[in-house]
């Protein structure tokens, strides 16, 4: 039932199509990173207050991944199609939207894969900064402590 599309790195989200019924719906699981907050609640204080002075949002932040793709061209002479290899890497941007909606276009100047490379690291940097944020967050809230300026 569950077909699983690769993704380019371990933090990348990953896609699952699943086929209810002959809908296919794409569900994107975002594995987060579980943080370290077995420490003093001051400890923990300190974490937070760091970093909220490092969030930044930085303007090309794209919420998207970079997937490869290897391809066979129109051609049916060509070496693609009698074993040889075929064409490619190609890039594309794929962004899951919501179920069953992807934004996926091909990128083709070495500089937007770059650009896009860029901002989906920036992304994810600020992503994994307000996970952890509210991993502190919800243990302090555990030791009924304050969430808000200390
Ligand atoms: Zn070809």
């Known amino acids: 039932m569950f077909a699983g599309l690769g993704a380019l790195s371990h933090s990348d989200p990953i896609f699952f199509f699943v086929d209810f019924g002959g809908i296919l719906y794409i569900l ?5 990173r579980i943080y370290d907050t077995a420490k003093s609640t001051l ?7 760091f970093l909220l002075s490092q969030l930044e949002i930085l303007p090309d932040s794209l919420r998207a ?28 941007l794929t962004q899951c939207l919501a179920v069953g909606k992807v934004n996926k276009f091909l990128l083709k100047a070495a500089a937007q894969q770059q650009a896009a490379r860029t901002g989906i690291d920036h992304y994810r940097h600020l992503q994994e900064q307000l996970e952890e944020l509210s991993q502190i967050n919800a243990e302090l809230l555990r030791r009924e402590e304050n969430l808000g300026d200390d």
């Open 65 to 92: 991944s970079l997937v490869e793709r290897f391809s066979r061209c129109g051609k049916t002479n060509c070496h693609c199609h009698h074993g040889g290899d075929k064409h490619g890497p190609f890039y594309y």
């Open 28 to 32: 994107s699981l975002y594995m987060a």
């Open 43 to 49: 400890a923990l204080r300190h974490r937070k207050h």
